[in-house]
């Protein structure tokens, strides 16, 4: 299957340009991306939904008296 999107004359090549080549690796950046990072509590928006629901939920319940 012949590629007609060349030309007669041009060939295709990759191109390696310096920046491509293997970089060193940054040791910070590895570390922290294995170990655990960022927030381990609900935001606040999620508290507040939860909050919410419990007062929606306290509303809608008959009262057992």
Known sequence: ??????????????RIEPSQIAKPRNPVAVAAKQRAAGPHRKTASALRQSARLEVKKKLDEPDRN
Not at 1 to 14: E, I, V
Request: glycine share 8%.
């Open 1 to 14: 299957m012949a590629n007609k999107t060349l030309g007669t004359r041009q060939k295709l090549s990759f």
